[in-house]
């Protein structure tokens, strides 16, 4: 079709005329809305943006008498990065005799990987490679996967509860002295903590 006779139909429509295949002969055009055709591309820009990090591997290194507090310090690092759509991969290694007791670290291995199963699941069984072991872990879609507890356990801090103030009481029996009737009075109320007042005239 001739671009005079495309722009006439997309004139007839109401559409617009927008080229998708500039490098194919001939060119590919469409007959759509420019702006719903706009948002389209960009909501598929985004979606393939937020698969990158599929790509991206973050390596968590374990030992085979690590810490229970490492442990769970190094497991919520995993965490993290399986719910940004990252791979983790889990790396054990073995020192001096520790290789004689390999069964010791696909224990540390097994139980980590238990401790991520709502998060992400291995792409292979834990593997002894040279002096140490391996694994691949990979998120979980979004709809399987459970939230972060780190993210759900951050929420907007309560304000502090106000103490309410004690009203100091007034004085009861308030001395009301006129002025003019007593003058030793009205000089021991002008002064306070006046040093003279006990010397006498």
Same mark, same amino acid.
């Given at each position: 079709?001739?671009?005079?006779?495309?722009?006439?139909?997309?004139?007839?429509?109401?559409?617009?005329?927008?080229? *998708?295949?500039?490098?194919?002969?001939?060119?590919?055009?469409? *007959?759509?809305?420019?702006?719903?055709?706009?948002?389209?591309?960009? =909501? =598929?820009?985004?979606?393939?943006? =937020?698969?990158?990090?599929?790509?991206?591997? =973050?390596? *968590?290194?374990?030992?085979?008498?690590?810490?229970?507090?490492? %442990?769970?310090?190094?497991?919520?690092?995993?965490?993290?990065?399986?719910?940004?759509?990252?791979?983790?991969?889990?790396?054990?290694? %073995?020192?001096?005799?520790? +290789?004689?007791?390999?069964?010791?670290?696909?224990?540390?291995?097994?139980?980590?990987?238990?401790?991520?199963?709502?998060?992400?699941?291995?792409?292979?069984?834990?593997?002894?490679?040279?002096?140490?072991?391996?694994?691949? +872990?990979?998120?979980?879609?979004?709809?399987?996967?459970?939230?972060?507890?780190?993210?759900?356990?951050?929420?907007?801090?309560?304000?502090?509860?106000?103490?309410?103030?004690? @009203?100091?009481?007034?004085?009861?029996? @308030?001395?009301?002295?006129?002025?003019?009737?007593?003058?030793?009075?009205?000089?021991?109320?002008?002064?306070?903590?006046?040093?003279?007042?006990?010397?006498?005239?």
């Amino acid at each position: 079709m001739s671009l005079n006779d495309a722009l006439s139909l997309a004139r007839q429509a109401g559409l617009d005329l927008v080229e *998708i295949a500039a490098t194919a002969t001939p060119p590919v055009c469409r *007959i759509v809305d420019f702006g719903k055709f706009r948002y389209e591309q960009a =909501k =598929k820009d985004k979606e393939s943006k =937020k698969n990158q990090n599929a790509s991206v591997v =973050k390596e *968590i290194q374990l030992s085979p008498r690590i810490d229970a507090h490492d %442990f769970s310090v190094k497991a919520g690092h995993a965490t993290d990065f399986l719910c940004e759509e990252m791979k983790v991969k889990v790396t054990l290694r %073995f020192r001096g005799r520790e +290789m004689q007791h390999t069964e010791f670290g696909f224990e540390v291995v097994t139980k980590f990987i238990e401790k991520l199963a709502p998060y992400g699941h291995p792409d292979f069984p834990p593997k002894l490679v040279g002096r140490g072991i391996n694994v691949m +872990m990979s998120p979980l879609p979004r709809s399987k996967r459970a939230k972060n507890p780190r993210l759900a356990a951050s929420g907007p801090a309560a304000p502090a509860p106000v103490q309410p103030t004690t @009203p100091t009481p007034a004085n009861p029996n @308030p001395v009301q002295v006129k002025r003019g009737e007593n003058p030793a009075a009205e000089k021991r109320d002008s002064f306070i903590n006046n040093p003279f007042s006990e010397l006498k005239a």
